[in-house]
């Protein structure tokens, strides 16, 4: 039984240490997003200060064939501290093909638009 339970604490430590690390990337490549967007647009990072809140998507992949659909994974941040986490999906028909990947900033006003996202 307790060489069980060990086998158990084990995977459950491995688990827990793979997520750390996918989670680890994803804070960078958000941080990343949002460097590569302020050398682009100046001013953008400051955009963000202001903001109540926003979401960083850094990488949404989208492809079509008729069908299509997008998925991107995020991390939601206010007052420039990481706050959460989010995803963002759309599904598509209609006359369309091929592939994209892009980087989506979503930026919240005011606490209820950021509350209606949280919904």
Same mark, same amino acid.
């Given at each position: 039984?307790?060489?069980?339970?060990?086998?158990?604490?084990?995977?459950?430590?491995?688990?827990?240490?793979?997520?750390?690390?996918?989670?680890?990337?994803?804070?960078?490549?958000?941080? !990343? @997003? +949002?460097?590569?967007?302020?050398?682009? $647009?100046?001013?953008?990072? *400051?955009?963000? #200060?202001?903001?109540?809140?926003? =979401?960083?998507?850094?990488?949404?992949?989208?492809? !079509? @064939? +008729?069908?299509?659909?997008?998925?991107? $994974?995020?991390?939601?941040? *206010?007052?420039? #501290?990481?706050?959460?986490?989010? =995803?963002?999906?759309?599904?598509?028909?209609?006359?369309?093909?091929?592939?994209?990947?892009?980087?989506?900033?979503?930026?919240?006003?005011?606490?209820?638009?950021?509350?209606?996202?949280?919904?």
């Amino acid at each position: 039984m307790l060489e069980k339970l060990q086998k158990l604490a084990s995977k459950l430590s491995k688990s827990l240490d793979k997520e750390e690390s996918v989670l680890q990337e994803l804070n960078g490549e958000c941080r !990343a @997003a +949002v460097n590569r967007l302020d050398e682009l $647009k100046p001013g953008f990072r *400051a955009m963000l #200060k202001k903001a109540h809140a926003y =979401a960083v998507f850094p990488s949404v992949g989208k492809a !079509a @064939a +008729v069908l299509g659909g997008a998925f991107g $994974k995020g991390e939601v941040f *206010a007052e420039g #501290k990481l706050i959460g986490y989010a =995803a963002v999906a759309q599904v598509t028909l209609g006359v369309q093909l091929g592939g994209d990947t892009f980087v989506e900033v979503v930026v919240f006003e005011n606490k209820e638009a950021l509350e209606r996202f949280k919904q």
